[in-house]
């Protein structure tokens, strides 16, 4: 089975999306969306930009699970 979820990056560090707060963190702590929420990525990729922040990015987070 393979999901894909959505993530925000700046540079090389995940985000953490805390009530419209921005901490940057290791993606065992980064927020992620499912795909449904596209526009709300959008929306806190160009709030990021507005707030200083350099290279705020989506990116696809795809895991996919098989048997160990």
């Not at 700046?10 to 419209?20: F, G, K, L, S």
């Not at 350099?54 to 160990?68: D, G, N, Q, T, Y």
């Amino acid at each position: 089975m393979e999901t894909t979820l959505l993530i925000i990056k700046n540079h090389d560090r995940y985000i953490r999306v805390r009530e419209d707060e921005y901490q940057v963190c290791n993606l065992d702590k980064a927020s992620v969306f499912p795909m449904e929420k596209l526009d709300e990525v959008k929306r806190h990729v160009e709030t990021m930009k507005e707030n200083g922040f350099e290279r705020p990015v989506m990116a696809k987070l795809i895991l996919r699970e098989e048997p160990f």
